[in-house]
Nanobody, 116 residues
Framework: QVQLVESGGGLVQPGGSLRLSCAAS????????MGWYRQAPGKQRELVAI??????NYADSIKGRFTISKDNTKNTVYLQMNSLKPEDTAVYYC???????????WGPGTQVTVSS
């Protein structure tokens, strides 16, 4: 089992930047997959960025603007978000699956609002 806690959300103007953090309760050095999803009001939860077996994968809507990274020494995954747009407004959830045979785990989420 793993507990996940997100931080770094907030209100930012269009074109601005935020960095989200997701701290895990156990080592993520060999974690199978870990990353970020988001859910906007009235919409389904969608994949934003994920690291699978060490390789990053991105949704087309955020390619070139967001970067996912992992710090094994801090058991933390980051999402650097640049050139933010109003349509990026959502609750951002951290997600992890330690191995293919284990369950998926979710953090409680952090709100990101992009508005002038």
């Amino acid at each position: 089992q793993v507990q996940l806690v997100e931080s770094g959300g907030g209100l930012v103007q269009p074109g601005g930047s935020l960095r989200l953090s997701c701290a895990a309760s156990r080592s993520i050095f060999r974690i199978y997959r870990m990353g970020w999803y988001r859910q906007a009001p009235g919409k389904q939860r969608e994949l934003v960025a994920i690291i699978i077996n060490g390789s990053p994968n991105y949704a087309d809507s955020i390619k070139g603007r967001f970067t996912i990274s992992k710090d094994n020494t801090k058991n933390t995954v980051y999402l650097q978000m640049n050139s933010l747009k109003p349509e990026d407004t959502a609750v951002y959830y951290c997600n992890a699956r330690p191995s293919p045979l284990e369950s998926m785990y979710w953090g409680p989420g952090t709100q990101v609002t992009v508005s002038s």
